[in-house]
């Protein structure tokens, strides 16, 4: 495969469960990133990672939880979500340098119940 | 701290006509400047960026944009609008603090009418 992929694609979860999101980057960047897409807001960045350590956290709840095992994929798991998280989940990864293009994977829509 | 603003959340134009979404950013360092698009149930995909070199960037599918810095500005435009345009296009600032992030604005929303 080629490019950033993200599974699954599509997550329905009640408020009780566990569940991870799976990134993974085809391109030897050494950054990655997670990102919230909802409705009525823009684009809001959660998680960066540089060459596996966390470097931002945007004031993200502890119900996200972030993983980078390596440069290649990223892991944010999910516990104890609400409503209001339901969204669309998206991964990217770049070079760490800047003018870098961020790409993007397809992105994993959550729904909360 | 560097930000974007996108005027205007939904733009509608007919089939054939000019294309223009409109870019403001405030930076305090010479900026990099990108527009992405993204299809409906897809991510986000590079239209073009703007990186200090021709202030007139040429993107793919026929947009281009101008780096105007006397304006602060980095409007996306196209010449002859096609059906397939259709979709949500975020222009973003990238910041450099450890790492590299992307500020983006809040996006707009293009329907192009047959």
């Known amino acids: 495969e080629t490019g950033v992929t993200q599974t699954p694609r599509h997550l329905v979860m009640g408020m009780t469960n566990k569940k991870s999101l799976k990134c993974e980057q085809h391109?030897?960047?050494?950054?990655m990133y997670w990102y919230k897409q909802s409705a009525k807001k823009p684009l809001e960045l959660m998680f960066v990672?540089?060459?596996?350590?966390?470097?931002e956290n945007n004031s993200v709840p502890s119900r996200f939880s972030p993983e980078c095992p390596n440069s290649s994929h990223l892991f944010l798991h999910l516990h104890t979500l609400q409503p209001e998280d339901s969204a669309l989940y998206l991964c990217?990864?770049?070079?760490?340098?800047?003018?870098?293009?961020?790409?993007f994977g397809p992105g994993t829509r959550l729904l909360v119940l | 701290a560097q930000s974007v603003t996108q005027l205007g959340s939904h733009v509608s134009v007919s089939e054939g006509a000019l294309v223009l979404l409109r870019c403001n950013y405030s930076?305090?360092?010479?900026?990099?400047l990108f527009w992405y698009v993204q299809y409906p149930n897809q991510g986000l995909q590079l239209l073009l960026k703007y990186t200090s070199a021709a202030t007139l960037v040429k993107g793919i599918n026929g947009f281009e944009a101008e780096f105007k810095k006397s304006e602060t500005s980095f409007h996306l435009t196209k010449p002859s609008a096609h059906m397939s345009d259709a979709a949500e296009y975020f222009c973003a600032v990238s910041v450099i603090q450890g790492a590299q992030k992307l500020v983006f604005g809040q996006g707009t929303r293009l329907t192009i009418n047959p």
């Open positions: 990672y540089n060459f596996k350590e966390q470097t």
């Open positions: 990217a990864s770049s070079q760490d340098k800047g003018g870098e293009t961020q790409y």
């Open positions: 391109l030897g960047h050494n950054a």
């Open positions: 930076s305090s360092v010479p900026p990099y």
